[in-house]
């Protein structure tokens, strides 16, 4: 028999946990579309949650954190509201790719290692390919592809999408 914690009391956090695992039927087996809906529900994998979840499924914190940081599409830190990622392959990193990631995290106040901005409204990602050579150079926001991109063009996406978020 599994171990089934209770949502904590002291916090609403693990109750969204506890649902994912209950619709899962606490398989370890499901462990993969366990840590896809937990992701969805708070945009990335919360360490304490990750505890949680192994505890639940009675297999050990390693092997979950194992396997949330082995897939890139998990994220083990907090992402913005709307993920800007930008492609860095080699016909997009010919074409100019660089200048665009600049232009926009520049714009952000992203300095250094920085991705997120502070208000947790942006967080902005360089990834190896987005399958959209032709389009080169390429940005997605939000699973939204954007082609023939230019710095200018960058930046005005990222402030097209303040310009609602302040309305």
């Known amino acids: 028999m599994h171990a089934q914690p209770k949502p904590d009391c002291n916090g609403r956090k693990f109750v969204k946990v506890f649902t994912i695992l209950e619709k899962h039927g606490r398989k370890p087996s499901r462990l993969v579309p366990i840590l896809q809906a937990v992701q969805e529900e708070y945009r990335y994998l919360p360490k304490e949650v990750l505890t949680y979840v192994a ?16 897939y890139s599409h998990f994220a083990i830190e907090p992402k ?78 990222v402030e097209e999408i303040i310009a609602r978020e302040q309305s």
Do not use: N, W
């Open 80 to 157: 913005g509201k709307h993920l800007v990622r930008l492609c860095d392959g080699t016909a997009c990193h010919v074409k100019d790719s660089i200048p665009i990631l600049d232009a926009i995290r520049k714009r952000l106040k992203l300095e250094g290692k920085k991705v997120t901005t502070d208000d947790m409204l942006f967080t902005v990602e360089t990834v190896a390919c987005l399958g959209a050579c032709g389009l080169a150079p390429v940005v997605v926001v939000d699973d939204q592809v954007h082609g023939a991109m230019t710095p200018a063009t960058g930046v005005k996406l």
């Open 55 to 70: 505890t639940a499924l009675d297999i050990s914190p390693a092997r979950v954190y194992g396997v949330a940081t082995f």
